[in-house]
């Protein structure tokens, strides 16, 4: 009944980012040397582990309310981080915007990035009030509502698909990728959203890209409002790092990989072999197994704490908090991944030669 206690590590990235928010001067920049330093170099050291579950207890684990705990309750203090945010910044003027205000907000959009949308990426693919509605309570907190369409309805469908914004194709750098993910992501969620009041004959109104627009824009009145320019841009700042951490796991999630089309113009069906799988220990726990990505496309509903490795999918050379700062630099990036892909499809073509 303990073994979900690991995830509760993810309760350190709150707790650096609120120490640099009051104030805590050797904590500025704690949170992001954690996340890119210090979490790259557990990962290479730490050995992996992978545990397989009989049906059984893949039943049993799932139904044990206990892993929904921290899901739910880092959304409180992800609300409270955004609020100590606003409180603290109000005062800013122009000449407190350095280093220090700089490495705070990095930090706190670390926060929004990995439970403002990853554990809103957990919870969004459950059915229930509960955890739709919490999973659009953590977007909102970063200013990325329409991921839960899109995602759910763009993103897995298409995936490693010319057809999906969301997937990064061969050669491309995570610079355009950003540019490609975020407004290929918003205008699919649009066109998504269309298609589903057209077909269902509804009224304009009941199109939930208008209600997340609108809740957006009235957080970020009220914040302006309440709380002033500087805290505003500081929101704003800390949710489109955020937003560029997820996309840049994105990038990384499908690098170069491709699904086949069939004879009749439809593509092959979703396998673990379309994902990037990663069993580093400490990316896993942090973020939920979201490391685990080929068994999570391949089957979108299972709960995190149930998710397998596949051993036999295409694995990231290093953890993910490693792989994301190697992607930042195009030239290192394309020379170990190039190789890699490259690698894993001709281990594929020889597998398929001494199986004919």
Same mark, same amino acid.
Request: proline letters at 5%; a neutral charge.
């Given at each position: 009944?303990?073994?979900?206690?690991?995830?509760?590590?993810?309760?350190?990235?709150?707790?650096?980012?609120?120490?640099?928010?009051?104030?805590?001067?050797?904590?500025?920049?704690?949170?992001?040397?954690?996340?890119?330093? %210090?979490?790259?170099?557990?990962? &290479?050291?730490?050995?992996?582990?992978?545990?397989?579950?009989?049906?059984?207890?893949?039943?049993?684990?799932?139904?044990?309310?206990?892993?929904?705990? /921290?899901?739910?309750?880092?959304?409180? =203090?992800?609300?409270?981080? $955004?609020?100590?945010?606003?409180?603290?910044?109000?005062?800013?003027?122009?000449?407190?915007?350095?280093?220090?205000?700089?490495?705070? @907000?990095?930090?706190? !959009?670390?926060?929004?990035?990995?439970?403002?949308?990853?554990?809103?990426?957990?919870?969004?693919?459950? +059915?229930?009030?509960? /955890?739709? %509605?919490?999973?659009?309570? #953590?977007?909102?907190?970063?200013?990325?509502? *329409?991921?839960?369409?899109?995602?759910?309805?763009?993103?897995?469908?298409?995936?490693?698909?010319?057809?999906?914004?969301?997937?990064?194709? #061969?050669?491309?750098? @995570?610079?355009?990728?950003?540019? &490609?993910?975020? $407004?290929?992501?918003?205008?699919?969620?649009?066109?998504?959203?269309?298609?589903?009041?057209?077909?269902?004959?509804?009224?304009?109104?009941?199109? &939930?890209?208008?209600?997340?627009?609108?809740?957006?824009?009235? %957080?970020?009145?009220?914040?302006?409002?309440?709380?002033?320019?500087?805290?505003?841009?500081?929101?704003?700042?800390?949710?489109?790092?955020?937003?560029?951490?997820?996309?840049?796991?994105?990038?990384?999630? *499908?690098? !170069?990989?491709?699904?086949?089309?069939?004879?009749?113009?439809?593509?092959?069906?979703? &396998?673990?072999? *379309?994902?990037?799988?990663?069993?580093?220990?400490?990316?896993?726990? =942090?973020?939920?197994?979201?490391?685990?990505?080929?068994?999570?496309?391949?089957?979108?509903?299972?709960?995190?704490?149930?998710?397998?490795?596949?051993?036999?999918?295409?694995?990231? /050379?290093?953890?993910?908090?490693?792989?994301?700062?190697?992607?930042?630099?195009?030239?290192?990036?394309?020379?170990?991944? +190039? /190789?890699? %892909?490259?690698?894993?499809?001709?281990?594929?073509?020889?597998?398929?030669?001494?199986?004919?």
């Amino acid at each position: 009944m303990l073994s979900f206690v690991p995830y509760c590590t993810a309760f350190l990235f709150p707790a650096l980012a609120y120490g640099a928010l009051v104030g805590w001067h050797q904590f500025h920049w704690g949170l992001p040397f954690v996340a890119f330093v %210090l979490l790259p170099l557990l990962d &290479q050291v730490l050995p992996e582990f992978s545990v397989s579950f009989s049906k059984e207890e893949e039943k049993q684990r799932s139904a044990q309310w206990l892993y929904d705990v /921290p899901l739910y309750a880092l959304l409180p =203090v992800q609300w409270f981080i $955004i609020y100590t945010l606003c409180v603290e910044t109000a005062s800013m003027n122009l000449e407190d915007f350095n280093l220090a205000w700089l490495g705070t @907000v990095f930090g706190v !959009g670390i926060c929004c990035g990995t439970f403002g949308i990853n554990v809103a990426h957990e919870l969004g693919h459950r +059915n229930g009030r509960l /955890p739709q %509605l919490a999973s659009k309570a #953590y977007l909102l907190s970063s200013l990325y509502m *329409h991921f839960i369409i899109e995602h759910n309805f763009g993103h897995h469908r298409h995936v490693a698909t010319k057809n999906d914004p969301a997937t990064s194709r #061969y050669n491309q750098t @995570v610079y355009a990728f950003w540019l &490609q993910s975020t $407004i290929g992501s918003w205008n699919s969620a649009w066109k998504i959203e269309q298609t589903r009041i057209t077909k269902k004959s509804l009224p304009w109104w009941n199109n &939930q890209m208008w209600h997340f627009v609108s809740i957006q824009a009235l %957080l970020l009145i009220m914040i302006g409002l309440g709380f002033g320019l500087f805290a505003l841009l500081s929101f704003v700042s800390a949710a489109i790092t955020g937003i560029l951490l997820l996309e840049t796991i994105n990038y990384l999630e *499908h690098y !170069g990989l491709e699904r086949e089309q069939t004879s009749n113009g439809r593509f092959e069906r979703v &396998q673990p072999h *379309h994902s990037w799988n990663c069993n580093r220990s400490v990316g896993r726990l =942090v973020l939920f197994e979201l490391t685990r990505h080929s068994d999570h496309h391949a089957h979108a509903k299972r709960p995190y704490q149930i998710l397998k490795h596949y051993a036999d999918a295409p694995q990231l /050379p290093a953890g993910y908090p490693a792989m994301m700062v190697l992607s930042l630099f195009p030239p290192l990036w394309f020379a170990v991944m +190039n /190789p890699a %892909l490259d690698d894993y499809y001709t281990e594929q073509v020889d597998l398929m030669f001494k199986q004919a």
